[in-house]
């Protein structure tokens, strides 16, 4: 996520440099034709704007759709935050010898509380490793200078911003030795580490360390983790409509093609010096158009580890830190800060 006020000019150009460069090219070379007497076919203002406002509002609902999916992934993690509170809540309060008929020790209950709460952040961690594989259609797992690409901002401006060992890592810290590898070993980890919590409150009801009441709530918080898991996954499994993120540019780029036959002899009827003043001004008004498809095209996706991700390893810190203070630790991890702009 980028946490600062405004983007600098100098990494604008860095970003959309290559766009810059070929617009450029482009319309200089269409601009040399008509300097050269080798084109003189004009298309007229009326048609090409026309298709460029049809473009706009195609990509304008294009990039709401985007801005949609990755409103609705923080959304969701924001009720992974206030549930995961509530689960320490519970976990500290309901877990209790109140209603045990063999009483355990002390000593033992608070084993329970740790065990039950460091499971859960164990999840926090497993869930979002998950997000972060990458599906066919993120810019990842497209091959040639749309990968490379995609790996650069990934080192430059996403997950290579931090030490992710530290993640994968995680589980091994938050799971009890003689579970980890049975969970792990699962195609959905952070699915079965939920069960298991289930199935570790259904031991402690028969126990009598949980009342009927307090397990069915604790059992509903866990449906609640499931629903908010199953709602990620369904942003990341489901990719915006390929029809629409397709079309969108290949409509800019008709329009694009399109704007210096008419941009260029427009401004030759203002003077001889006007075919090259076309160049910069059809180059500006092609090179918004593109960075209207492009952000759009890099929003849709909010956990391909990029800059423009949903900060899942900050909200991950930020609810390990809350839990274990419920449990009256004191050495805790350090929250996650941004790093050149970027929180992730």
């Known amino acids: 996520m980028l946490v600062t006020k405004s983007i600098s000019v100098v990494k604008i150009i860095k970003w959309s440099g290559p766009h810059i460069i070929w617009l450029l090219a482009f319309m200089g070379s269409v601009a040399a034709l008509y300097y050269f007497k080798l084109l003189s076919i004009s298309i007229p203002w009326l048609p090409l704007s026309v298709i460029g406002t049809a473009v706009a509002f195609y990509v304008g609902f294009k990039n709401n759709q985007a801005y949609d999916r990755m409103w609705e992934a923080r959304k969701i993690w924001g009720g992974i935050v206030n549930d995961s509170r509530s689960w320490g809540m519970m976990v500290d309060g309901y877990i209790t010898n109140l209603f045990a ?17 460091y499971r859960h952040i164990g999840w926090l961690y497993a ?23 995609a790996e650069y901002y990934q080192k430059k401006f996403g997950i ?51 009342d009927d009441f307090r397990h069915t709530q604790m059992t509903g918080l866990l449906t609640n983790f499931y629903t908010l898991q199953g709602k990620n996954e369904r942003i990341k499994k489901f990719p915006l409509p390929r029809q629409y993120a397709n079309m969108s540019r290949i409509f800019v780029g008709i329009f694009v093609f399109l704007l210096p036959f008419s941009m260029v002899p427009e401004l030759m009827n203002l003077a001889n010096w006007g075919v090259w003043l076309a160049v910069p001004i059809a180059a500006l008004i092609g090179w918004i158009y593109v960075m209207m498809e492009v952000v759009g095209d890099y929003t849709e996706n909010p956990f391909q580890g990029m800059a423009n991700d949903i900060p899942m390893l900050s909200l991950c810190r930020v609810i390990e830190i809350d839990l274990r203070e419920m449990l009256g630790e004191t050495d805790l991890p350090p929250g996650i800060k941004p790093k050149e702009g970027v929180l992730m």
Do not use: C, Y
């Open 127 to 149: 869930h979002r490793s998950q997000l972060l594989v990458a599906t066919p259609w993120e810019h990842i797992s497209q091959g040639g200078h749309i990968a490379r690409t």
């Open 101 to 117: 008929t063999n009483k355990v020790s002390d000593q033992e209950v608070k084993s329970i509380k740790k065990r039950l709460i």
């Open 160 to 210: 290579g911003l931090i030490d992710d060992d530290v993640t994968r890592r995680e589980l091994k810290l938050f799971l009890q030795s003689e579970e980890h590898d049975r969970l792990v070993a699962n195609v959905n980890t952070a699915t079965q580490i939920i069960n298991e919590q289930s199935r570790d409150l259904s031991a402690l009801r028969e126990k009598g360390l949980l």
